[in-house]
């Protein structure tokens, strides 16, 4: 949040740390320069799914116990999945490709020119290619591609 080109963030107080449950944290309290005002983010991060709190107040007085006893006590629900930014996607590309469902199949073939292959995709692509045929819209485009 605070990383971007503004380099007038004065960073107070940053934590780094990790729940019980696999859960990263990143805990920043960070001030403007030339102003009285600081924000307080606490992020989560699991698997695919994050969590944002932050809150705006000033150097001149303390967080209300509201406040405070909400950023502390704050956990996010773990019972949401998602996707992980950080692993492959080929693996639901090809599964969307040769998925019966014919929404899931032209989510993939919209897509085609977006998926990123590499050698280890080479068993999934030939037999992706063996799948499509002349019953497939645009068939000699979607096999060129």
């Not at 960070?30 to 989560?44: E, L, Q, V």
């Not at 799948?131 to 819209?137: A, D, P, R, S, V």
């Amino acid at each position: 949040m605070f990383d971007g080109g503004d380099t007038s963030w004065i960073k107070r107080m940053v934590k780094k740390y990790e729940l019980p449950n696999k859960t990263k944290v990143w805990e920043i309290v960070a001030t403007d320069s030339g102003s009285s005002r600081t924000i307080w983010s606490k992020t989560f991060y699991k698997d695919g799914i994050g969590f944002a709190i932050v809150t705006e107040s000033d150097t001149l007085s303390k967080p209300s116990s509201f406040v405070q006893s909400f950023f502390d006590s704050f956990t996010p629900i773990d019972t949401l999945t998602g996707t992980n930014p950080f692993k492959k996607k080929s693996a639901f590309f090809f599964t969307d490709f040769m998925n019966n469902d014919s929404v899931a199949h032209k989510r993939a073939v919209k897509n085609i020119a977006m998926i990123d292959l590499d050698s280890t995709d080479l068993p999934q692509l030939k037999k992706a290619i063996g799948f499509i045929n002349w019953n497939e819209k645009k068939y000699l485009d979607t096999k060129n591609h």
